[in-house]
T-cell receptor
């Protein structure tokens, strides 16, 4: 299967940590991604993790991957109002040379002052 | 360096009309992808070009959709005739040649298509 699932909404207070969760079904995924979409803009790649890794940290962002449970999470530390956006997780499962992304529905993060 | 651009940003048409969306990828990127997000649902893959050739068009919903990439530069996606369920945001992305390693897809801002 190729389903990627995310919760639709998350609200946090400014300064708190945000955790956005994602589950996927395809165990042959090679890379898993987090994209951010701000209003009126395209998707911006935030970070990615290779499937043989458990964790990746990049400044305020921490990605955790549990391959056994097919669960991916994105933690944003010290969340700011500028972090308000839609966050999409995505996976690739290469088929030949085609590397299309399979996305979740996106999580709307709202940061409250 | 210019990013991926898409035109128009928004199109409103009536059912049965024809609409053509355009995508200009980042210069030098051989790979061009079209995706669509319908009614706040997941972003779904439509097709993938490598230069001017269609590498994978398994995501194209039906034969009312025609994508071209003549000359391997910009791409067009034509919907003819448009139906109500075609409404959504159409994203284009481009990337350099994929290898075994990660390669980033750069996305355009999308074209919001509304079919009335």
């Amino acid at each position: 299967g190729e389903d990627v699932e995310q919760s639709l909404f998350l609200s946090v207070r400014e300064g708190d940590s945000s955790v956005i969760n994602c589950t996927y079904t395809d165990s042959s995924s090679t890379y898993l991604y987090w994209y951010k979409q701000e209003p009126g803009a395209g998707l911006q790649l935030l970070t990615y993790i290779f499937s043989n890794m458990d964790m990746k940290q990049d400044q305020r962002l921490t990605v955790l991957l549990n391959k056994k449970d097919k669960h991916l999470s994105l933690r944003i530390a010290d969340t700011q109002t500028g972090d308000s956006a839609i966050y999409f997780c995505a996976e690739t499962f290469p088929s030949g040379s085609a590397r299309q992304l399979t996305f979740g529905s996106g999580t709307q993060l709202t940061v409250l002052p | 360096e210019a990013g991926v651009t898409q035109f128009p940003s928004h199109s409103v048409i009536e059912k049965g009309q024809t609409v053509t969306l355009r995508c200009d990828p980042i210069s030098g990127h051989d790979n061009l992808y079209w995706y669509r997000r319908v009614m706040g649902k997941e972003i779904k893959f439509l097709l993938h070009f490598v230069k001017e050739s269609k590498q994978d068009e398994s995501g194209m919903p039906n034969n009312r959709f025609l994508a071209e990439r003549t000359g391997g530069t910009y791409s067009t996606l034509k919907v003819q005739p448009a139906e109500l369920e075609d409404s959504g945001v159409y994203f284009c992305a481009s990337s350099q040649s994929p290898g075994l390693d990660h390669h980033e897809q750069f996305f355009g801002p999308g074209t919001r298509l509304t079919v009335l």
